[in-house]
């Protein structure tokens, strides 16, 4: 079948794609990046899907992923994508999917992972791309974007899922140290202990901003800034009685 029939954004087949211009320094510029193109095959192979980028994540690790690559690259990152056109029974058309594609626009893939990449799979059902809510009001399951593919029911998600309840099994009423509270796994992981579990959270923060907003966003109990804080003496300032539980969320 001829995609470009099925995909009028795709013009003549050539699909944007984000790439590294030159080597980060420090905070990442818009300067740093480029937009190129590049040709996508006429038609799919047995076992292939053709699925269009929604959301790009942007995560502070990426950087460290980048400056291993060339100059020229593109951009690494997950997305949570569309499936226009598919030959793989496991990623029909229609289904929203997540995917270590990078910053592309475009993506022929056939679902394997390598090279210890994030896993391509088929988001649950009641993520609908139509419902997207900007406002704060309380959301109910059918309310839930795709865009939550990459955060709190991605990787992030199930990181401070698995490394909460599967692995440290606080109690309710434990003490329960975060560091990296504000993170995209920590904050989750402050949310689980705090409104999940019952316990006292009490999390490690790189700025006064950042704690404040745990505390009064999250209902986190305490923060450190340890920037300008001894953590241990605080520590015994906030938790007399000692820690249960630390999260340890720096590499």
Known sequence: MDLASCCPLMRGWQARVWVIKKRFEGVPKLSDFEIK???????????????????FSVDPSMKATADK????????GLQVAKVHESKNKDFPVGVYIHGYFGWREWTINNGKTKDNQALTYVLP?????ENRRDDTESLNVNHLCVSHGLGMLGISGVAAYVGMLEVLKPKPNDVVVVSSAAGAVGHIAVQIAK???????????????KGSWCQHYLGMDYHINYMTQDVK?????????GVDCYFDNVS
């Open 195 to 209: 409104k999940v579990v019952g316990c006292k959270v009490i999390g490690i923060t790189s700025g006064k901003k």
């Open 233 to 241: 003496s605080e520590l015994s300032v906030v938790a007399p009685e």
């Open 125 to 129: 059902s009641f993520l609908n791309s």
């Open 69 to 76: 690559l060339k100059v020229g690259s593109v951009m690494p």
């Open 37 to 55: 193109t590049e040709t996508m095959a006429s038609e799919l192979k047995e076992g292939e899907f053709l699925a269009e980028a929604l959301y």
